[in-house]
């Protein structure tokens, strides 16, 4: 089983379409597919196959997850992760 990691964020108050932001970054460094959760407080992205990082957003904290152990999702969770500290500080 892949271990997960977590990173909490505090948002800027000034922050508008995160997840948008992130989904962009992702699809188009990475060419992956993204899914918005119903209530769009959760981006997940992936591969065909593979679920490969999850943000989830609330009032206060942006929780990143690192949710494979494979180079992409690596390469995902380490860009989103800076671009998210760029955006939120």
Known sequence: MASKEY???????SVNN???EMELISTDLFHVRTVFSA???TL???TENENLVSII?????AIITKLAETDI??????????NTKRVCN
């Not at 990173?7 to 108050?13: G, L, T």
């Open 73 to 82: 999702a690596k390469e995902i969770y380490d860009v989103i992760t800076k």
């Open 18 to 20: 995160y997840l948008h």
């Open 7 to 13: 990173i909490y964020i505090p948002f800027n108050k």
């Open 44 to 46: 997940n992205i992936e």
């Open 57 to 61: 957003i609330n009032p206060v904290y």
């Open 39 to 41: 209530d769009k407080k």
